[in-house]
């Protein structure tokens, strides 16, 4: 049988045009579905559950402030005779009940705005970086208000990164006061994806709410539809409330502003150093949160961040990239959506402290694990090095291409009459012998497949040709191409000038 000539010319011109372009379908986008791995038996979700409810009970949370004692025992809790805030299981079991289970995330501009619940996974960033690894001398150094700023527009042109969240701290601002009103209003000058901050002290949220009004178009309109969450620890493991978190946490519900309850366990610091007694803990920690804000507003929007921490039980320092990250934040997804909240989990926080092999395998098999558990929202996925001491401009370009293999692994396979491809198969053993340029194959390449733009895929001669760069040199080469010609004008001049009027900007 004769080979079928019409396909030759035609594939050499449809792989060019498909090299050279971007592609019209993006094989793995944000949002994918997970929920495949299940590190926890339905069995082990059900015990480490009654066991969280049975520590609010019986043992309560200390340190609670009056104010929400007050709150939460007109809404069914009690003082033990310890002291101690309790909650009992049913009052727990009808909060989770009348809790938000989907939550929309709103992005300055509707289309990047993105929904919350389920099963559906979604990367984006976190953390409180102190260091930033120099993008020059391949150092690190104090982080900076530029540095944080150049981050969010860094982070604008990269797709995978669904949301951002301040990614390091501004140490060379002068007080507090400035540092979260900068922090602010740099993540409103670089982005318009939904973003997320934090406060010192409860204080600081009217000013950044009114600073914010003023980009939205005038007083109140911020609160309508905010395109801010705010990220709160309100808890103190073991097993108590921090006052401060508490009034900022009571103060973004006055306002509006969704919040993403962390509870940052440490195993065997702060926590039980066995995975099963870590989980019960910072369950009830977590559900400890979840009553709080329903006692001060029923439903009101609040992510279930049930954060494992590990801690090097060698030396006692923190380590964010081993395996027992990433099944403690799979289980710890897998719990969240087994009772139906939106999740929150932290992983692709490598220990390394350059853009190398360690910081690849840590990032790649944390986020992966947590993806394919479901986490709603996985936080800390992008840029984070060092322990989470440091952020890395290339980590971010090299962070948002690994998240697309995820997404595309999360993905799976879709089995159907037309990927089946049976008159394929049929027409390549009676006629080609192969599959070049077929239509089934066309039709696969870009439905089916992702392309990497930094990975090295040449073979060792070319790459040789190439001057052997390694990949960190290639994230090095594009971040700064982003850096020095991407400036987004977010903010009118006339409302940023408004706002240099009204407070200390120091971008």
């Not at 309560?60 to 402030?65: E, I, K, L, Q, T």
């Not at 709150?71 to 938000?100: H, Q, W, Y």
Request: hydrophobic content about 40%; charged content about 20%; proline content about 6%.
């Amino acid at each position: 049988m004769a080979v079928r000539s019409t396909r030759a010319g035609g594939r050499a011109a449809r792989v060019a045009k498909r090299v050279a372009e971007e592609p019209e379908v993006n094989p793995a986008p944000p949002g994918q579905t997970g929920g495949q791995y299940k590190p926890l038996t339905e069995e082990g979700i059900i015990k480490i559950y009654n066991h969280a409810l049975k520590f609010l009970e019986d043992l309560g949370m200390g340190d609670a402030p009056d104010f929400l004692v007050d709150t939460c025992v007109a809404k069914g809790a009690f003082v033990s005779s310890r002291g101690r805030l309790c909650f009992p299981r049913a009052m727990i079991e009808d909060i989770i009940a009348n809790a938000a289970k989907k939550i929309t995330m709103h992005g300055r501009d509707e289309h990047r705005s993105i929904e919350i619940g389920g099963n559906k996974v979604h990367f984006g960033t976190g953390g409180a970086a102190v260091q930033t690894l120099d993008i020059d001398t391949g150092l690190y150094r104090p982080s900076t208000l530029q540095d944080l700023y150049n981050f969010t527009r860094l982070q604008d042109k990269l797709h995978n990164i669904s949301w951002f969240a301040r990614c390091c701290v501004a140490t060379d601002l002068p007080n507090n006061y400035d540092l979260d009103v900068n922090t602010a209003f740099a993540l409103a000058k670089g982005t318009t994806k939904p973003v997320a901050t934090s406060f010192f002290i409860h204080d600081h949220v009217e000013p950044v709410v009114k600073m914010y009004d003023m980009i939205s178009g005038g007083e109140g309109e911020f609160s309508k539809r905010p395109w801010c969450f705010v990220h709160i620890s309100p808890i103190i493991s073991p097993f108590k409330y921090g006052q401060d978190a508490v009034e900022v946490c009571r103060e973004c519900i006055r306002y509006n502003l969704p919040v993403n309850c962390i509870t940052a366990a440490q195993s065997g610091a702060t926590a039980p150093a066995p995975p099963a007694g870590f989980l019960v803990t910072s369950v009830a920690e977590t559900l400890s949160s979840l009553a709080m804000v329903n006692c001060f507003k029923q439903g009101f929007p609040m992510v279930f961040s049930n954060w494992p921490f590990v801690v090097d039980l060698r030396t006692g320092a923190f380590c964010g990239g081993g395996s027992e990250t990433a099944i403690m934040n799979a289980a710890s997804a897998q719990i969240t959506n087994w009772l139906g909240l939106p999740s929150g989990v932290a992983s692709s926080m490598s220990d390394a402290k350059a853009v190398d092999a360690q910081m690849g395998v840590e990032k790649g098999i944390t986020a992966l694990s947590a993806g394919l558990a479901g986490a709603n929202m996985v936080f800390e996925s992008s840029g984070m090095m060092a322990s989470i001491l440091g952020c890395s401009f290339e980590a971010f370009i090299l962070d948002n291409e690994m998240h697309s293999h995820i997404h595309r692994s999360i993905r799976g396979i879709e089995v159907n009459d037309d990927t089946i491809s049976y008159e394929a198969i049929t027409d390549a053993v009676l006629g080609t012998g192969h599959f070049l340029g077929d239509d089934v194959t066309i039709a696969a390449m870009q439905r089916d497949y992702f392309y990497p733009n930094i990975a090295d895929r040449d073979p060792p001669i070319t790459w040789a040709e190439k001057g052997a760069p390694d990949i960190w040199q290639i994230a090095k080469v594009k971040a700064k191409e982003i850096l020095d010609s991407y400036y987004p004008m977010y903010i009118p001049p006339s409302i940023e000038e408004e706002i240099k009027r009204h407070y200390n900007i120091f971008i």
